[in-house]
Nanobody, 121 residues
Framework: QVTVAESGGGSVQAGGSLRLSCTTS????????MGWFRQAPGKEREGVAA???????SYADSVKGRFTISMDNKQKTASLQMNSLNPDDTAVYYCAAEAFLCGLADDYRYWGQGTQVTVSA
């Protein structure tokens, strides 16, 4: 069993930056992929970014060039650097760990509780 926890959410003005962090605990030996998802009010959860332990990354088109995902393979932690934020980025952001495909599909086995990101115009 793996426990996932996010931190770093908050409120920022458009054009600003935030950095989200994700930690894992428990039996993390099989955690070879971590991803970030988000869910805005009234919308479905969507994949934002994913990273594998060999460095492969994938991003949603809406965040390419603005967000950067990284993973510490030893600590089994991940971060999401978010720049040039805009109000459309407002959502609850979830970290997830251990996936079959390691992409933006939500086939991850373990999920955090989420952290709120609010971007004001």
């Amino acid at each position: 069993q793996v426990t996932v926890a996010e931190s770093g959410g908050g409120s920022v003005q458009a054009g600003g930056s935030l950095r989200l962090s994700c930690t894992t605990s428990g039996d993390t030996r099989r955690v070879d992929c971590m991803g970030w998802f988000r869910q805005a009010p009234g919308k479905e959860r969507e994949g934002v970014a994913a990273v594998s332990d060999d460095g492969r990354t994938s991003y949603a088109d809406s965040v390419k060039g603005r967000f950067t995902i990284s993973m510490d393979n030893k600590q089994k932690t991940a971060s999401l650097q978010m720049n040039s934020l805009n109000p459309d980025d407002t959502a609850v952001y979830y970290c997830a760990a251990e996936a079959f495909l390691c992409g933006l599909a939500d086939d991850y086995r373990y999920w955090g509780q989420g952290t709120q990101v609010t971007v004001s115009a």
